[in-house]
T-cell receptor, first 115, second 116 residues
Framework: DGGITQSPKYLFRKEGQNVTLSCEQNLNHDAMYWYRQDPGQGLRLIYYSQIVNDFQKGDIAEGYSVSREKKESFPLTVTSAQKNPTAFYLC??????????????FGEGSRLTVL | AQSVAQPEDQVNVAEGNPLTVKCTYSVSGNPYLFWYVQYPNRGLQFLLKYITGDNLVKGSYGFEAEFNKSQTSFHLKKPSALVSDSALYFCAVRSFSSGSARQLTFGSGTQLTVLP
């Protein structure tokens, strides 16, 4: 079945440690996205990528980094510079700007807790 | 700038009654509008979208939404609510203007509770 796989589902981190969240899709989508979800704030865009080897900052990119070396993969690193990293992280993909009305397909999310 | 407002944090409705979850938007250019649903500790699932054409859009699980350009609204509706419809609902907008598309902007979400 086609879809988006995020791992791990739950992750605990000590302050000062970097962590990497995995996102893999087999939908052959060009575009991939990372969102952060906090209670009562909806979804906020961290980074997005429209094509391999290219990515753009979203609204809250500080303290995060990404790479897009393969079409299928868009890992997110939460660095120690992120002041408040405890959150639910969602990865999504879409057909990209070639299909302007295309919806996003979401993974099941990764919940990061900083101890 | 584009924005989405979901004025109600919480909506309660009795099972079998009609439900409405409200959404208003602000964009420059033509809007593309979406509704998603999220169950606890899960990702978002796409329900329906408005791109162009008929103002009444039908989607998954019996949901529908009506695009009203003059009121800049895109309210989600269902004629008869089920307990299993209880979830967090997000409205989202994307605009296309000046030859470029913006990324999706999400509302803050509305928690729907259907009471048995």
């Amino acid at each position: 079945d086609g879809g988006i796989t995020q791992s791990p589902k739950y992750l605990f981190r000590k302050e000062g440690q970097n962590v990497t969240l995995s996102c893999e899709q087999n939908l052959n989508h060009d575009a991939m996205y990372w969102y952060r979800q906090d209670p009562g704030q909806g979804l906020r865009l961290i980074y997005y990528s429209q094509i391999v080897n290219d990515f753009q900052k979203g609204d809250i990119a500080e303290g995060y980094s990404v790479s897009r070396e393969k079409k299928e993969s868009f890992p997110l690193t939460v660095t120690s510079a992120q002041k408040n990293p405890t959150a639910f992280y969602l990865c999504a993909s879409s057909e990209g700007h070639r299909v302007l009305g295309g919806e996003l397909f979401f993974g099941e999310g990764s919940r990061l807790t900083v101890l | 700038a584009q924005s989405v407002a979901q004025p109600e944090d919480q909506v309660n409705v009795a099972e079998g009654n009609p439900l409405t979850v409200k959404c208003t938007y602000s964009v420059s250019g033509n809007p593309y509008l979406f509704w998603y649903v999220q169950y606890p500790n899960r990702g978002l699932q796409f329900l329906l979208k408005y791109i162009t054409g008929d103002n009444l859009v039908k989607g998954s699980y019996g949901f529908e939404a009506e695009f009203n350009k003059s009121q800049t609204s895109f309210h989600l509706k269902k004629p008869s609510a089920l307990v299993s419809d209880s979830a967090l609902y997000f409205c989202a907008v994307r605009s296309f203007s000046s030859g470029s598309a913006r990324q999706l902007t999400f509302g803050s979400g509305t928690q729907l509770t259907v009471l048995p």
